[in-house]
T-cell receptor, first 112, second 113 residues
Framework: DAKTTQPPSMDCAEGRAANLPCNHSTISGNEYVYWYRQIHSQGPQYIIHGLKNNETNEMASLIITEDRKSSTLILPHATLRDTAVYYC?????????????FGQGTILTVHP | DAGITQSPRHKVTETGTPVTLRCHQTENHRYMYWYRQDPGHGLRLIHYSYGVKDTDKGEVSDGYSVSRSKTEDFLLTLESATSSQTSVYFC????????????FGPGTRLTVL
């Protein structure tokens, strides 16, 4: 799986958009970008994933650059409950056992 | 939450005692996983299962064994607990193949004294 680089921490004001970057310059053509988050003391939670097109769901939007070497997770209207560690993971779809490798992630703190 | 429960949620035990953690799912998923999470190491895969009685090792399997006699239950056993196994343990299931996402349980906090 391709290695990812994320800033260790970010801040965001409540109600504003939170834009979390991820660099994955060694991504291969058939690797997907997944985002998970982990709220304190809870299990990780799946947010969104994509291959090369931008994706949106009820939680967030995922913007992947045209060269696929980086991506941005957007939480359009951050709330205090979005304070969490956000993990960007690059991996193949449907590998033999669905391996997930978590890095250190970005600690997002949403302020009132 | 994909119907995943873990028990116990908290446990304190002494070095050398056996410990079994249970993961239970209600949606008949084939793949199940055990991870541990420690400060500075993130989540690391211990063992996984791809069906009843079908299990394999992850990256940090030493000192752990697993069993899966029913689809819904995946057990993690520490045969002789050590202080280095103090951690938070998460169970996960593999969701629908089209998304290939994992859904995690609430975790078990284990302290080995």
């Amino acid at each position: 799986d391709a290695k990812t680089t994320q800033p260790p921490s970010m801040d965001c004001a409540e109600g504003r958009a939170a834009n979390l970057p991820c660099n994955h310059s060694t991504i291969s053509g058939n690797e997907y970008v997944y985002w998970y988050r982990q709220i304190h003391s809870q299990g990780p939670q799946y947010i969104i994933h994509g291959l090369k097109n931008n994706e949106t769901n009820e939680m967030a939007s995922l913007i992947i650059t045209e060269d696929r070497k980086s991506s941005t997770l957007i939480l359009p209207h951050a709330t205090l409950r979005d304070t969490a560690v956000y993990y960007c993971i690059v991996r193949l779809l449907r590998t033999s056992y669905g391996k997930l490798t978590f890095g250190q992630g970005t600690i997002l703190t949403v302020h009132p | 939450d994909a119907g995943i429960t873990q028990s116990p949620r908290h446990k304190v035990t002494e070095t050398g005692t056996p410990v079994t953690l249970r993961c239970h799912q209600t949606e008949n998923h084939r793949y199940m996983y055990w991870y541990r999470q420690d400060p500075g190491h993130g989540l690391r895969l211990i063992h996984y299962s791809y069906g009843v009685k079908d299990t394999d090792k992850g990256e940090v399997s030493d000192g752990y064994s697993v069993s899966r006699s029913k689809t819904e239950d995946f057990l993690l056993t520490l045969e002789s607990a050590t202080s280095s196994q103090t951690s938070v343990y998460f169970c996960a299931i593999r969701g629908h193949p089209t998304t290939d996402t994992q859904y995690f349980g609430p975790g078990t906090r284990l302290t080995v004294l």
